[in-house]
């Protein structure tokens, strides 16, 4: 089965530009999650959604950041205006169903993003 | 929030066992324990999970200790491809999203 797909892959910016990034999660798969990964850091959850709905956006920046899952399939993740600190790799993974306990999560392979 | 201890890094022998520790002394009853593996320049990806008997896949083992407070990881014949960040991962007792918190991992090398 084809894995989490993420677009672009790689994105540089000047601070205070706006950018999107795309993710298509596995077919059927219900919850839909954004993580950001600064370097040297592991990955924390940006927002989750559980088919089309937010179900926890408690670590988004709202006053910059913005995300979607209109037809509760793909999802887009948007920025604006970019900051030095949002350098970083924005992870999209999926999952079947919503946690507790034992269901997997697929990562994508990321977008790097560089804000200059 | 539920938090867990790793090494930053350790290194191991190819072909030799390596035990990779994880504390997490404040684990609620109902958190299972989960294993994720990030490769260079990819995603994390599942490696394994438990609740608290110990479990064995085709990748790995998972050591649970009796109390739960501390867990395992047992690659039995590391390979280079094994050479990741490796995180230990509870699932947030505090949150009805029941989201999962990364800590930094320890990063494996694996010497030839």
């Known amino acids: 089965e084809a894995g989490v797909a993420q677009s672009p892959r790689y994105k540089i910016i000047e601070k205070r530009q706006s950018v999107a990034f795309w993710c298509n999660p596995i077919s059927g798969h219900a919850t839909l999650y954004w993580y950001q990964q600064i370097l040297g850091q592991g990955p924390k959850l940006l927002i989750q959604?559980?088919?089309?709905?937010?179900?926890?956006d408690s670590q988004l920046p709202k006053d910059r950041f913005s995300a979607e899952r209109l037809k509760g399939v793909d999802s887009t993740l948007k920025i604006q205006p970019a900051k030095l600190e949002d350098s970083a790799v924005y992870l999209c993974?999926?999952?079947?169903?919503?946690?507790?306990?034992?269901?997997?999560?697929?990562f994508g392979p990321g977008t790097r993003l560089t804000v200059l | 929030d539920a938090k867990t201890t790793q090494p930053n890094s350790m290194e191991s022998n190819e072909e030799e066992p390596v035990h990779l520790p994880c504390n997490h002394s404040t684990i609620s009853g109902t958190d299972y324990i989960h294993w994720y593996r990030q490769l260079p320049s990819q995603g994390p990806e599942y490696v394994i999970h438990g609740l608290t008997s110990n479990v064995n896949n085709r990748m790995a083992s998972l050591a649970i200790a009796e109390d739960r407070k501390s867990s395992t990881l047992i690659l039995h014949r590391a390979t280079l491809r094994d050479a990741a960040v490796y995180y230990c991962i509870l699932r947030d007792p505090w949150s009805g999203t029941y989201k999962y918190i990364f800590g930094t991992g320890t990063r494996l090398k694996v010497l030839a």
């Open positions: 993974a999926s999952s079947f169903r919503p946690p507790p306990g034992t269901d997997t999560q697929y």
């Open positions: 959604f559980q088919n089309n709905g937010v179900v926890d």
